[in-house]
């Protein structure tokens, strides 16, 4: 077994632990809320809190192991450490904040976010923000970042963080499918024994539809499949130096997905029956074909796994991970739609 299979082989046992306990665990109510943070005192006593939900905690981790990703491909290129956390910060700034705002201009929605916006936006910003840094290192009289080979990295750790960011659709019950009871008969007979059933009234599945405790069709476990796999896979053919099919072949996959897993859900995706999200999703192909087509040709690389690996122990590296955790988290895991009464008390027999 040669070192690049071996790290593929490791993520695939990593990552097939993570879904296993997730698709078992999340649909549950205990795992929607992590901490509630008294904030202000009542007349009666009672504190009213701020909740603090797994959806953050599972979108952080997601962000992280995604740029931890691109870091290790990115330097298995030879691309400067400092290069790579500039290009990162610049599209996190308009990509993160996009999740948002894509969400109201679609849902019409103040407090809900979309991954499918943030990357709509980043497949944008991404070549451009690629093509300004590219100038300036060469002024600067340093070698320019490859762009197919860039763009490859960018998708493959896009595939992981999409894959194990619907971890975190799960625990908040979001992006749901519909019900068994309401599903074509195929759809009934393959997923008559693979449902997921979600329990707890702060679920969006319950408030928003009411299918607390119905059989639906378990589209985030899908979804999730379907992205990591894709990424494992391009993981592989990107060590072997296959970028421009990596890039293609990745967008095609993960985003024909959309268009199809929308179909499957029941949650609301906006007016119409074609939603925005998969209109995106076919403009990103469209893209992809002609960023592959029209991208400049870079010299042949053989990308170096364990120099890549070795970026990741540098302290700036390590301080940027933790603060882009804590940014992520900060921004997805306050919960705007629920609140909390808290009491406190003495254990009397403990004094």
Same mark, same amino acid.
């Given at each position: 077994?040669t070192?690049?299979e ?7 046992l990593?990552?097939a632990?993570?879904v296993y306990?997730?698709?078992? +665990?999340?649909?549950d109510?205990?795992?929607q809320?992590l ?15 701020l909740?603090?939900?797994? &959806?953050?905690? !599972?979108?952080? /981790?997601?962000?992280v192991?995604?740029?931890?990703i691109?870091?290790? !491909?990115?330097?298995a ?7 790579t ?5 610049a599209v ?7 999740? +948002?705002w894509?969400?109201?201009?679609v849902e019409?929605?103040?407090c ?13 910003i991404a070549?451009a ?5 590219n ?7 340093l070698?320019a ?9 960018l998708?493959?750790? &896009? ?16 992006c &749901? ?5 309401d599903?074509?008969?195929?759809l009934r +007979?393959?997923? @008559? ?8 009234q702060?679920?969006?599945?319950? &408030?928003?539809?009411g299918?607390e405790g119905h059989?639906?069709?378990?589209v985030q476990?899908l979804?999730s499949?379907?992205?990591i ?10 060590l ?13 996959i993960?985003?024909?997905?959309? !268009?199809?897993s929308?179909?499957l859900r029941?949650?609301?995706?906006g ?7 998969q209109?995106?999703? @076919?403009?990103?192909?469209g893209?992809a074909a002609a960023?592959a087509?029209?991208?400049?040709v870079?010299?042949? @690389?053989?990308p /170096? ?5 070795e +970026? ?6 390590v301080?940027s ?8 988290f ?9 609140g909390?009464e808290?009491?406190f008390? !003495?254990n009397?027999?403990?004094i």
């Amino acid at each position: 077994m040669t070192a690049n299979e071996g790290f593929i082989l490791s993520l695939s046992l990593l990552m097939a632990g993570m879904v296993y306990w997730a698709f078992k +665990r999340l649909p549950d109510e205990r795992w929607q809320f992590l901490a509630s943070v008294p904030v202000m005192k009542d007349a009666s006593g009672h504190w009213h809190g701020l909740n603090f939900t797994y &959806y953050g905690l !599972l979108t952080a /981790n997601a962000v992280v192991f995604g740029v931890t990703i691109l870091i290790i !491909l990115f330097g298995a290129l030879g691309i400067p450490t400092t290069v790579t956390l500039g290009l990162i910060v610049a599209v996190l700034m308009v990509c993160l904040p996009a999740a +948002r705002w894509v969400a109201q201009l679609v849902e019409g929605k103040q407090c809900t976010f979309t991954i499918a916006g943030a990357f709509f936006v980043g497949i944008f910003i991404a070549p451009a923000v690629m093509g300004v840094l590219n100038t300036l290192l060469l002024r600067a009289g340093l070698p320019a970042v490859p762009i197919m080979p860039a763009l490859a990295a960018l998708m493959v750790a &896009y595939a992981f963080g999409e894959g194990l960011g619907r971890l975190a659709c799960i625990s908040f019950g979001c992006c &749901y499918g519909v019900s068994l009871r309401d599903a074509a008969p195929l759809l009934r +007979r393959i997923f @008559l024994k693979r449902h997921f059933v979600f329990w707890g009234q702060m679920k969006k599945i319950s &408030y928003a539809s009411g299918m607390e405790g119905h059989e639906v069709i378990p589209v985030q476990a899908l979804t999730s499949i379907v992205d990591i796999v894709t990424g494992l896979a391009a993981t592989l053919l990107f060590l072997r130096g296959e970028f421009a099919i990596v890039f293609v072949a990745t967008m095609i996959i993960t985003q024909g997905w959309r !268009l199809v897993s929308e179909l499957l859900r029941a949650d609301c995706r906006g007016q119409g029956k074609i939603s925005a999200y998969q209109i995106m999703s @076919l403009v990103a192909i469209g893209c992809a074909a002609a960023l592959a087509y029209f991208a400049p040709v870079s010299a042949p @690389l053989v990308p /170096n796994l364990a120099a890549g690996i070795e +970026r990741v122990w540098h302290p700036a590296v390590v301080i940027s991970l933790q603060a882009v955790w804590v940014i992520v988290f900060m921004m997805f895991g306050k919960s705007m739609v629920t609140g909390a009464e808290i009491s406190f008390h !003495l254990n009397h027999d403990r004094i």
